[in-house]
């Protein structure tokens, strides 16, 4: 009897309050209720065997899928956005176990790239902003201090690519700081990717 009740529950569907039908999955220990939400476009809730809430997908029309992850204790744990080849793809927040802001990071092709920020958790004030390559390095920080308007601007010395971007991407006393440092201590080598 147990058997039967538990095939029917794996191949069952509840509905919503507005009548529509939610598919019910079972997969490993989760649960999985999915809804049509528009024309190839679903929503899909995630729960652990406690009943606890994982997380929340949207698969979009364009075949991205937009993720909410949540903690343990409920809270968001970081709101993903993956292309079609399950790789990260666009603006990604992660976030503390207090529910601040932690980080915005946005990708390409699951590779990191433009600009990202880091955030302090008791202040939530910027704390890091890194400028990344076209291969998901970081070439040069800007680090805030939370209880100052101090910045302490640095670069990596171990991407051959800084000295150049640095160079054709950042303006004024921290291009010329930066580029100074690094010729005092040889990495204008670097002018030449490796």
């Known amino acids: 009897m147990k058997k039967l009740v ?39 809730i995630v729960f652990d065997s406690l009943q606890r809430l ?16 949540f903690t343990d204790s409920g809270t968001i744990d970081s709101k993903l956005m ?4 399950g790789q990260l793809d666009g603006k990604c927040y992660y976030f503390y176990p207090s529910n601040i802001l ?18 302090y958790e008791r202040s939530g004030i910027l704390k890091t902003r890194y400028y990344y390559d076209m291969q998901g390095t970081y070439y040069f920080a800007e680090v805030f201090s939370d209880s100052t308007k101090d910045k302490n601007i640095t670069f990596n010395p ?3 690519s ?16 930066l580029l100074k440092q690094m010729i005092k201590i040889g990495l204008d080598s670097l002018k030449q990717i490796h």
Not at 54 to 69: C, G, Q, S
Not at 162 to 177: M, P, R
């Open 54 to 69: 994982l997380a929340l997908k949207t698969m979009l029309n364009n075949n991205r899928t937009d993720i909410i992850y």
């Open 162 to 177: 800084s000295y150049n971007l640095i160079k054709k991407n950042i303006d004024g006393e921290d291009k010329e700081y």
């Open 158 to 160: 171990n991407n051959p």
């Open 102 to 119: 932690k980080s915005i990071i946005t990708y390409k092709s699951g590779i990191k790239i433009g600009v990202g920020e880091e955030f």
């Open 6 to 44: 538990l095939l029917i529950l794996i191949s069952g569907c509840l509905k919503d309050t507005n009548n529509n039908i939610l598919k019910t999955k079972f997969i490993n220990s989760e649960i999985h209720y999915i809804k049509n939400v528009g024309k190839n476009k679903y929503q899909e």
């Open 82 to 85: 993956f292309n079609d080849k």
